[in-house]
């Protein structure tokens, strides 16, 4: 019998001595990654990519230069439906955590020893919006536990409506889409206060792997995430059983949808490019100027006929 309680207690030792350890490294690391991290402050004051247009003086485009599409939104533009669509896909407990879901890392952890595979993913939102803003993609625990630190400031410094905001400017989406607003014009030439309830679906199964479930160039994948989508969507309240049905009843839509330039005048428009480039360099390209020529659209269109 003695035996037996000298046993269980020295496997109570063992693991309170394993907790204090791994409460000493987790608090060692903390000290250690802290006084390196960015200031969070500078989300609020962040500049995105934005690409170089140039318009008529009536404000038809004639061409687009840069390598991203964005074209930023404010969260008051956001679609209700498409605000749960991507929060069914990628963090549904959104509103409830503090940045870091201990509920989500466990199911992701569970998941992948389940089926060999993680479906929902264990970051959260606001963890991808420190991960793209601040970090690399290197897949290495110093930089995720970075990923945690900083999200726990995000949450701390911002609301819920600026984080979301932030995300959904930001994030890449395929074929040169940065952002919903972007991703909404180049998959179904549109803004987001247009999409259907299937295309948003569509959209939000995009961040998990934007090549693996694009709608064009995989579009029986994406059929697959987007109904998975719809599903989490139902469960969770977002829709009923109706909007649901008749969502996953639609086909896929999505076609590439260029830049297409309203008027035909491209030897001005090189003229604009060149002239931008001389006063602003390289950053002429990213930091969303729009430039306003004195040519007539009409005119123009006349003049090429």
């Known amino acids: 019998m003695l035996r037996f309680v000298s046993f269980y207690r020295f496997l109570g030792w063992s693991f309170v001595t394993g907790l204090c350890g791994t409460g000493l490294l987790i608090a060692s690391f903390y000290l250690y990654l802290t006084p390196n991290l960015p200031d969070v402050e500078q ?18 485009l004639i061409a687009e ?12 533009q956001v679609p209700e439906k498409l605000s749960q669509a991507f929060i069914a896909a990628e963090d549904n407990r959104f509103y ?46 110093t930089r995720k536990f970075n990923e945690i630190l900083l999200a726990l400031q995000i949450e701390q410094e911002l609301s819920k409506d600026e984080i979301l905001e932030l995300y959904f400017n930001k994030i890449y989406l395929g074929n040169r889409a940065y952002g919903i607003e972007a991703a909404s014009q180049v998959y179904y030439g549109k803004p987001v206060a247009n999409l259907t309830l299937a295309e948003m679906a569509m959209i939000a199964g995009l961040p998990k792997a934007p090549s693996r479930y694009n709608p064009i160039a ?88």
Not at 43 to 60: E, G
Not at 65 to 76: Q, V, Y
């Open 65 to 76: 230069f840069g390598e991203k599409r964005r074209s930023p939104i404010t969260i008051e």
């Open 96 to 141: 409830e955590h503090h940045g870091v879901d201990i509920k989500g890392l466990l199911r992701a952890v569970t998941q992948l020893a389940t089926s060999g595979r993680i479906q929902s993913g264990g970051s959260t939102i606001t963890m991808q919006v420190a991960k793209n803003f601040f970090l690399s993609r290197e897949k290495t625990f």
């Open 218 to 305: 995989n579009p029986s994948r994406a059929l697959i995430r987007r109904n998975w989508i719809l599903d989490r969507m139902l469960d969770l309240g977002y829709i009923n059983s109706e909007q649901h049905n008749g969502a996953q009843e639609t086909p896929i839509t999505a076609v590439y949808h260029g830049s297409s330039p309203e008027v035909q005048a491209p030897y001005l428009a090189e003229m604009a490019r060149k002239e931008l480039i001389s006063r602003f360099g390289e950053e002429a390209y990213s930091e969303g100027f729009n430039v306003y020529l004195t040519v007539n659209s009409t005119l123009q269109e006349a003049a090429n006929k």
């Open 43 to 60: 989300l609020r004051h962040t500049q995105l990519q934005i690409p170089l247009r140039i318009f008529t003086a009536d404000d038809k």
